[in-house]
């Protein structure tokens, strides 16, 4: 409790700061999920019920008796979940519970048949987490009204248990060394009777501040019928993510390269005898072979551009190169601006996109020395990822992604796993 005040605080105070639309991510949980739900709820379910029964008075010789009662055992064979349009989702539970009647002179067996409906309500919470309620409750059988308020009590518990592991969808994850992402719901979720979606904002930080884009966030809407059929979750990231996270990357410093290249080494093309073969005026200066430095500047932000099944990262680095002389000084030999043009492929990894590049044309002086590690480096870079929309213990599983004009999806299972 007094945590989720501390994150109530922390937002109040970092939302006024940050005032503006920040970039845009749905995450759209289908029919799919519910099965699933049910599927790893019914064990925590059959423990929640197995509620204390409180004596009951039982008619013998005359007179009642109290008698005490206690639950050997509670069986949910049946948990079923639906989603209910503008509301929720509705539960249905079908148990069986066996108690133990102490009665004089011989205890009794009693198996006892419950079937529960209840009604949980899923809307946005104060600290922009979704947050369920249970909002009716009541059996389809005769329940004794005593036991009743305590099944519900329990399933309300449950739900309760449940919205602290939602409230965990707003963490703080790191991208990189400095540098975080956090994600918050924005509005209330549109529920329809296949699916519940919702409006999550994802804000990068950059040692504690926001990146803000230099232009307008639009407002990102998940069309639907994209991404694989019967996943249990769409996942739609805007234009804008992407922008923010190169944004960062280059605010951060961290596409900034020095290459510098071993001599005697076969695999690396970095020193000035082979650089002389394309430029004579090189070889003419340093008659001795010696290594070379390639000192990558970016000015200008990355371009990541999504077209249906095709993303692209454009990058305009400014290239100074450098013999080291044999006292490890730099002796800078030309310098020159260059577009680089990459073929990104996206991939998820337990709860990260990550990307890798590839090239297959540059310019020729380019694609002999500057390639490779180029390459090396972005992909080490874009290896480490970045977090999705997530909430402790639960991993996406089998994940695709599908690149759209704007926009990329992930449909994926998710596997809850502590
Ligand atoms: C639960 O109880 C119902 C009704 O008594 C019965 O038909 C069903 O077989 C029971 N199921 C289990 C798994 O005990
Ligand atoms: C429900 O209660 C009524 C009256 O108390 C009883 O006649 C009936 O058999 C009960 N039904 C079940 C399913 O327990
Ligand atoms: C929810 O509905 C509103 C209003 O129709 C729409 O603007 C928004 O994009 C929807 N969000 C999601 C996640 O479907
Ligand atoms: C320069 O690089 C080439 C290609 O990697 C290599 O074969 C050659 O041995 C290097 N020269 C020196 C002096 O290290
Ligand atoms: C991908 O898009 C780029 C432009 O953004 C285009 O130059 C390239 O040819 C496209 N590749 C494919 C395979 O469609």
């Known amino acids: 409790m ?60 005359e007179v009642h008796q109290p008698t005490r009662i206690q639950t050997l055992n509670v069986h949910v064979p049946h948990f079923h979940l639906k989603f209910i349009a503008d509301f929720g989702v509705r539960m249905l539970v079908a148990a069986n519970f066996t108690f133990k009647v102490f009665r004089v002179p011989e205890p009794l067996k009693l198996v ?4 529960l409906l ?27 009204a005593s036991v009743l308020p305590q099944l519900c009590l329990s399933i309300s518990n449950l739900v309760q248990g449940l919205n602290v592991h939602l409230g965990t969808l707003i963490g703080l994850n790191p991208v990189g060394p400095e540098s975080q992402i956090r994600y918050s719901m924005t509005n209330a979720p549109n529920i329809t009777k296949d699916y519940i979606s919702l409006d999550i904002s994802a804000i990068l930080f950059l040692l504690g501040k926001p990146i803000v884009l230099p232009v307008d966030v639009t407002h990102f809407v998940l ?107 730099f002796q800078s030999l030309f310098s020159f601006d260059v577009v680089v043009n990459l073929d990104l492929q996206l991939s998820v990894s337990k709860v990260k996109l990550q990307g890798t590049t590839s090239t297959n044309q540059m310019r020729p002086l380019m694609d002999t020395v500057f390639k490779r590690p180029l390459l090396d480096h972005l992909n080490a870079l874009l290896g480490m990822g970045i977090t999705l929309p997530s909430m402790v213990n639960l991993y996406y599983i089998n994940p695709e992604v599908f690149v759209y004009e704007g926009y990329v999806v992930i449909s994926s299972g998710l596997l809850y796993q502590r």
Not at 112 to 115: G, K
Request: proline share 7%; glycine share 6%.
């Open 2 to 61: 007094a945590q989720a005040y501390r994150l109530d605080l922390l937002l109040a105070l970092l939302l006024p700061v940050v005032g503006a639309l920040m970039p845009g991510t749905v995450v759209r949980l289908n029919e799919a999920v519910l099965s699933y739900v049910s599927e790893i709820g019914t064990a925590p379910l059959q423990q929640a019920l197995r509620v204390t029964v409180p004596y009951f008075l039982d008619w013998n010789e």
């Open 112 to 115: 006892l048949p419950v079937v």
């Open 118 to 144: 209840a009604d949980a309500q899923v809307a946005q919470g104060s600290i922009r987490t979704p947050v369920v309620s249970i909002s009716a409750c009541f059996a389809l059988f005769n329940t004794s």
């Open 223 to 329: 069309p639907p019928n994209v991404g694989a059929d019967g996943a249990m979750a769409t996942v739609g990231l805007s234009q804008d993510l992407f922008d923010s996270a190169l944004l960062l990357l280059q605010k951060a410093g961290a596409l900034n390269l020095d290459i510098t290249g071993q001599l005697k080494s076969e695999d690396n093309l970095l020193n000035t005898s082979v650089l002389g073969q394309l430029i004579p005026e090189v070889a003419r200066r340093f008659p001795e072979p010696m290594p070379v430095t390639l000192k990558v500047r970016l000015g200008a932000t990355p371009v990541a551009t999504l077209r249906t099944n095709n993303a692209t990262l454009q990058l305009q680095p400014f290239v100074e190169v450098q013999a080291v002389t044999s006292n490890s000084a």
